[in-house]
């Protein structure tokens, strides 16, 4: 059973940064893209950051582009997301996911069949 534990989330202010970890555990990490999704109050879940199995290839959403970096370190089984100029509107709960098929760069939430719980990301004006 794929487990997926993330930490880092907390109060900033904005313009202020945090990095967000994701530790894999339950299958072979490095086989597999890592993507990391939002969702705020209200509104939809939506895909932030994803990167392949590699680390080589990644993926941004627009509203991030120039602000948030995921990286992986396939050793450690740990995806992150550092994420810089932090805004109000970038305050959501954010999950860590894992693609469900090997060697695979999904960015849609249907494409990841493995969740973390979440943690609370929280951006003060």
């Known amino acids: 059973q794929v487990q997926l534990v993330e930490s880092g989330g907390g109060l900033v202010q904005a313009g202020g940064s945090l990095r967000l970890s994701c530790a894999a555990s339950?299958?072979?990490?490095?086989?597999?893209?890592m993507g990391w999704f939002r969702q705020a109050p209200g509104k939809e879940r939506e895909s932030v950051a994803v990167?392949?199995?590699?680390?080589?290839?990644?993926y941004y959403a627009d509203s991030v582009k120039g602000r948030f970096t995921i990286f992986r370190d396939n050793a450690k089984n740990t995806v992150y997301l550092q994420m810089n100029s932090l805004k109000p509107e970038d305050t959501a709960v954010y999950y860590c996911?894992?693609?469900?098929?090997?060697?695979?760069?999904?960015?849609?939430?249907?494409?990841?069949?493995?969740w973390g719980q979440g943690t609370q990301v929280t951006v003060s004006s």
């Open positions: 996911a894992a693609e469900g098929v090997e060697y695979g760069l999904g960015t849609s939430a249907y494409r990841y069949d493995y």
């Open positions: 990167v392949d199995w590699s680390g080589a290839s990644t």
């Open positions: 339950g299958r072979t990490f490095s086989r597999y893209a």
